[in-house]
């Protein structure tokens, strides 16, 4: 047996007026995954724990078993999946230029996403591109629009605080060691260094000519440089090698590329185009395809990107039109008993509040034919809450998926020097003479 693991990302919502205190996905005329939930066994999913709100990347890291002290940080995985040069040492952060104004002694930000041409950004990425002192070198590395990868390199660490403060109006951040690290001298020396580039690189942005050209024409200065997330190459176990299950990861984004990289997970790049249902009705016709795999991962973003308009109209929508890609999911997957096909998503996007993402539990489905089929037969946060799965959390999704393939180890049994949770493991035959 195989699985196909299909991920709505950011599914989750809350209830909103506009949809008669409903979240979008109860809202959504949904027959398709409300069949499927039909014909499976349901439950809620929480890639850590209920009420904490994660970011795609670390809750698909956790969906996958692994740990979280275990993440090698947001800043390498994107960095990986641009196809940048980095090495095991380096550290990497999520860096962007933007718009400050110097309020006393302070840089607030005043526009996170400027309206700045690609040409220009270039312009101004290229002249606070590299930078040494301290024993560090670094280097922006643009990738889209004002954001790139602050790579450094050196004696460096990871163990350091954002710069960045995500809202307008407030100040740019002093960066510093994390508090576990605070007397750690490389720690110390890496906040040192990226507080001496963050003031270099507003007075050299500030003082650009196409910046002096932008307030003549007045508009906003792009004059500062920001950083995030910072991240540092670290040796995992393969995904392979964990779950005794070789991977493929279906999806678009650098992001997901990236974490493909990360665990050990092959990839297959996809687009997205303006038929959000027609996009993934493709992908799961590539995962069913793809025979040589034990595991496929397919990935769609629409579902996050309408909550992150703060519109649960939009978002209902666009669950709409993902959901007439299953249709192909229960001709074809479902009814085939060599698969165990599953329906989840990373986190809740919520269409309201201030918060990116929010920290409710999601909709969890399996069909398959080991599966206990239970009652539910509607597909959204509440419904789900009162199939056979109840809540399952982290890496609990990966030892189901395990057992739901047949494939589960007995706990105790050693058949590998590493105690692997799948069965057959990785043992070595007796020789004789």
Known sequence: MRCILLLLDG????????????????AAHTPNLDKIASLGMN??????????????????????????EE??????????????????????????IFSVAKEQEAL???????????QSCRVLQKAVQTFTRHGIEA???????IGGILRLRGNVSR???????????????????????????CALNTARFLNDYLRWSYRTLSEHALNRKRIHEGLPPVNAVATQRAGRMAGLPSFADKWGLRGLLIACGALYHGLGRVVGMETRKVKDTDDPGGDLRKRLEIAYRATEYDFIHVHTKVTDEAGHTGNPLLKKRMIEAIDTALAYAIDTIVPDDDIL???????????????IHTGETVPLVMTGKYIRRDDTDKFDEVSCAAGGLN????????????NFLDRGKLWGLMDSPDDQPFTPGTSTPLRVD
């Open 11 to 26: 599914l989750g919502d809350r209830s909103h007026s506009v949809l008669n205190d409903k979240t979008p996905l109860q």
């Open 43 to 68: 439950g809620l999913f929480h890639a850590h724990l209920q009420g904490t709100a994660l970011p795609s990347e670390l809750a698909h890291f956790l969906m996958f078993g692994y740990r979280m």
């Open 71 to 96: 993440f090698p940080g947001r800043g390498v995985v994107e960095a990986l999946g641009e196809g940048l040069d980095i090495r095991e040492g380096d550290v990497a952060l999520l860096a962007r």
């Open 108 to 118: 607030l930000v005043r526009h996170e996403n400027p309206d700045l041409d690609r």
């Open 139 to 145: 280097e922006f590395l643009p990738t889209r629009g």
């Open 159 to 185: 163990f350091v605080t954002d710069s960045n403060p995500i809202t307008e109006g407030r100040p740019l951040m002093e960066v510093l060691p994390l508090r576990a690290r605070s007397d750690d001298p």
């Open 341 to 355: 096909f599953v329906v989840t998503a990373d986190h809740s996007t919520a269409s309201s509040g201030t918060m």
């Open 391 to 402: 809540l399952v959390r982290g890496k609990e999704l990966m030892y189901l998926i395990l």
